[in-house]
């Protein structure tokens, strides 16, 4: 199949504002999706509400359009009940750790066969550019006009600890590594955590006056670095970008088989 068989074209043009790095996350994921050789039919995308969940709608498999922070729980059920699907739940920082915070990490204890994208603009793009768990000390926003003071998250810190057996970290410059990592995300047997560092130049960048778009996506080029790099050891300052964990262990919908499987026959 090809990129655009994967793409509902009657839902373009797309409401994302120019700049943002949310449509340079879903070329991503239909690269990888293509380069698997995915069928449609096979994958089902489970979104909360903001402009990351938006996602949906422009992809043409299966897709559920749910409630701000509870897309895993309704991934949850999907693919407890039909194993065998790709589940994919891409999510907005404040989506997936704030209000959906407590689902994030029980899906990672589960280690349910899921893949959650976690696109981290550190706003609530949708609402207006409040301050999200990710945003950070020290950052501008609606709701943090003289400056935010909470201390953020590390989602890859905090995947991990809870759980996910996949763990990683891209950005919107490094797009080929997004693809990549993207790729072994969704055919990792496991709860797998892919946390994309993008841009939402209306509102995080104009608060906190970071230029325009090219300059935000030119920042994630110049601030991280892979992991274990030389850099990262002569400045502690950069953020790592590649995989963190990738590990075997249980998977959540087969231990439930097994499960339904003593239970048939009654020990
Ligand atoms: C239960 C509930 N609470 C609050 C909202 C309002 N709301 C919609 S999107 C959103 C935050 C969006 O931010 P984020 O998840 O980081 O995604 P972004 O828009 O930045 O991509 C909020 C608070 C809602 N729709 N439902
Ligand atoms: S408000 Fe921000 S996150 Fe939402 S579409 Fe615009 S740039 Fe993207």
Redesign the pocket.
């Known amino acids: 199949m090809a990129i655009k068989d994967y793409i509902r074209e009657r839902f373009f043009p797309h409401l994302w504002c120019p700049g943002c790095g ?1 449509g340079i996350v879903l070329n991503g994921l239909l690269r990888s999706v293509e380069a698997l050789g995915l069928h449609k039919n096979e994958i089902v995308m489970v979104s ?6 938006r996602i949906s709608g422009y992809v043409d498999c299966h897709t559920l359009h749910t ?3 509870r897309a895993l729980a309704f991934a949850t059920g999907v693919k407890m009940s039909r194993p065998e699907l790709k589940l994919l739940v891409p ?6 750790l704030a ?1 959906g915070g407590n689902h994030f990490i029980h899906a990672a204890r589960r280690n349910i066969d899921i893949t959650a994208i976690v ?1 981290n ?1 550190r ?5 207006g550019g ?1 301050y ?1 768990p990710l945003s950070g000390y020290g950052a501008s926003a609606t709701t943090a006009p003289y400056m935010n003071i909470d201390q953020d998250f590390d989602v890859v810190q905090l995947a991990t600890a809870a759980g996910a057996s996949f763990v990683a970290r891209a950005t919107t410059y490094h797009v080929q590594q997004l693809a990549d990592i993207l790729g072994k995300a969704i055919m990792h047997p496991g709860f797998a955590v892919v946390e994309v560092l993008t841009q ?1 130049p209306t509102y995080f960048g104009r608060k906190n006056r970071e230029g325009s778009a090219v300059d935000m996506v030119e920042r994630f080029k110049t601030h991280t670095t892979p992991i274990g790099s030389k850099a990262k050891a002569e400045n502690p300052a950069l953020i790592e970008r590649g995989i963190f964990a990738q590990k075997e262990t249980p998977e959540y919908c087969s231990e439930y088989q097994k499960i339904v499987e003593r239970a048939r026959k009654g020990r």
């Open positions: 949310h909360g509400i903001g402009c990351s969940s409630i701000h922070g999510m907005g920082d404040g989506d997936a209000i696109m603009n706003v609530y793009g949708m609402t409040q999200s939402c």
